[in-house]
């Protein structure tokens, strides 16, 4: 039952990848400065999920990339394109509107258990 349970939340989670990267590429952030931003909200990525999820969003236009070279180590920083800002706001109310619908098929299913 648990490797069914972990297989499942795996899934679930997989699903929420994107938006989350989204969420946080408002404003130019580097790969490690990214996973840090994510783990502050304790949604906990991969650097090995992450870097293929960023050059995905990247060839679907939703960011844009620069290279800063300015400091002893270059890092390459990612952003929200505008087509990137438009699909996270449509991407956004999509979940709101999910979660408000799970919200409340699961307070319903929690109103049938105890009855």
Do not use: C
């Not at 580097?30 to 840090?36: E, F, R």
């Amino acid at each position: 039952m648990n490797d069914l349970v972990n297989s499942l939340t795996t899934e679930l989670r997989r699903g929420n990848l994107t938006l989350a990267v989204l969420s946080q590429l408002q404003t130019p952030q580097y790969g490690y400065s990214l996973v840090q931003l994510l783990e502050e909200h304790d949604f906990h990525i991969d650097q090995s999920t992450l870097y293929p999820l960023l050059r995905r969003l990247e060839k679907q236009e939703l960011l844009t990339s620069q290279w800063d070279t300015t400091e002893s180590r270059p890092r390459k920083y990612y952003v929200l394109s505008d087509f990137g800002k438009e699909v996270y706001q449509q991407l956004r109310e999509e979940w709101m509107k999910t979660t408000t619908q799970l919200n409340s098929l699961l307070k319903g299913g929690d109103k049938d258990e105890s009855d």
